[in-house]
């Protein structure tokens, strides 16, 4: 007869229904085709007037002018779907056992912040793929500042969405300089050829969107200090703020090669990453 120990733990252990496995790597695929597309179109801008700094809306944009765009936008639509469950689960049945205490409850707060906002944009991409509107401007960063504004100590909101985004985008600084993003591969089902791309993908790619996301924290925080929701910008802003600068077109290049990876290390996420309820991370 098991121990309750024993059972616990086996209880711990146990997986996701394999349906909202398969639909939550299907959504981590889908959100790496949007930022890789972010990344595709800064690099054009970076080497030439072909492209431009954007953010994921106007990455989805871009895809609907393509050939079988719609089809394509229905596709990501969808996938972001699982993407935003899985976000959920996370969130409150934390199958990655962060825990109750205050930095688990902190990333766990984030997993439901991040579900949020992604439904805002697969909503976006269902919308663009059936003809019933646009998929929302770069703008809604500046629209929920105003809207944090109109509200009692509004100030303080943006300011505290602001440091929110910032201590994201340092932990994903933090986790692609230590890799920490590795223990959560099954590894042992790659290859060396596919753990060296994970590797390279993952570090590189994390490092630039921390340094994004900090950016975007940044100009929240000076909406809260000049009272001006047009301060406030999403990732496009973040992108044309660092072109303008001294070596911008370097800087931006450099990024840009960093959100293409992201894309890539997202989309191996979605066919390796642990899914089991109460994982460790060995």
Request: no cysteine; aromatic share 12%.
């Amino acid at each position: 007869m098991n121990s309750p120990s024993t059972i616990e733990v086996k209880d711990k252990l146990k997986e996701a229904k394999p349906w909202m496995r398969r639909f939550a790597r299907f959504g981590y695929i889908a959100k790496g085709i949007v930022f890789g597309m972010v990344g595709v179109l800064a690099a054009l801008a970076a080497f030439g007037p072909r492209g431009e700094t954007t953010g994921t809306s106007g990455a989805l944009q871009s895809i609907s002018e393509m050939p079988l765009g719609e089809v394509a936008l229905w596709i990501i639509g969808i996938g972001l779907i699982g993407y935003i469950l899985w976000d959920f689960i996370k969130a409150i049945k934390d199958p990655e056992n962060e825990g109750t205490d205050a930095k688990g409850l902190i990333k766990r707060t984030g997993y439901f912040i991040s579900g949020l906002i992604y439904s805002n944009l697969a909503f976006g991409a269902i919308k663009l793929a059936s003809n019933t509107g646009s998929a929302g401007g770069d703008n809604s960063e500046k629209t929920i500042s105003a809207k944090l504004m109109e509200q009692p100590f509004g100030v303080w909101l943006v300011g505290l969405v602001g440091a929110i985004i910032i201590g994201y985008g340092v932990y994903e600084l933090y986790s692609g300089i230590k890799e920490k993003f590795m223990s959560k591969f099954k590894t042992y089902e790659m290859n060396d050829k596919e753990r060296k791309i994970a590797r390279l993908s993952g570090k590189i790619g994390l490092i630039s969107r921390g340094i994004v996301l900090s950016m975007v924290g940044f100009f929240f925080i000076r909406t809260a200090y000049t009272h001006n929701p047009n301060e406030s910008k999403g990732l496009g802003g973040a992108l044309t703020e660092l072109a303008n600068q001294p070596f911008g077109q370097f800087l931006l290049a450099i990024v840009a090669v960093g959100l293409i990876l992201y894309g890539i290390y997202q989309i191996i996420k979605g066919r390796y990453q642990h899914m089991n309820f109460g994982y460790d991370g060995k």
